[in-house]
């Protein structure tokens, strides 16, 4: 062989390997690009009972396999919700989290739907004695029909143990 095509040989040879070893480190070595979800997650530490506002609420890029069950992925489907549970920032919004679609804040955002929050005076005597901390019934149970005052138009309902 001339010398020519030995070069041209030996250059060839050198191309190829060049070729073959970025093809190498760019399929071991470098960082893979993964599919990724935009997801609503907290801007800021929140308790439990807060309405959820549109500065609440950030769109961040969640990696498609790490996206938990139960994501909210647009933030006008989690405004106007009150959260059942306190977040941290940076926490991705679950479903599970918000209640209906509300305006009420607080904790009175939390009860469901029928049943309702009641104070009761607790003494010490009461304390001692008692075998529940509370007790959670449905309005229905107590009276079928409650007033827009609040008050039960049943007035046949006495407590368990009331002889009057």
């Given at each position: 062989m001339d010398r020519q095509k030995k070069l041209l040989l030996f250059g060839a040879a050198w191309?190829?390997?060049l070729l073959l070893t970025w093809f190498y480190y760019s399929n071991a070595v470098a960082p893979k690009t993964e599919k990724?979800?935009?997801m609503v997650v907290a801007t800021r530490d929140m308790p439990m009972g807060t309405l959820l506002k549109k500065s609440d609420l950030k769109l961040v890029n969640y990696p498609e396999?790490?996206?938990?069950?139960?994501?909210?992925?647009?933030?006008?489907?989690?405004?106007?919700?009150?959260l059942l549970t306190g977040m941290n920032s940076n926490e991705p919004v679950l479903q599970s989290k918000l209640s209906d679609m509300t305006t009420v804040e607080g904790v009175a955002s939390t009860i469901d739907r029928g049943y309702r929050a009641v104070s009761v005076q607790i003494t010490e005597s009461a304390v001692a004695s008692a075998k529940h901390s509370y007790i959670a019934c449905p309005m229905q149970a107590i009276s079928p029909k409650i007033d827009e005052a609040g008050t039960s138009a049943n007035t046949n309902f006495r407590p368990s143990g009331d002889k009057r």
């Open positions: 191309l190829s390997a990724t979800l935009k396999g790490q996206v938990p069950k139960g994501s909210i992925f647009q933030v006008a489907a989690a405004e106007n919700h009150v």
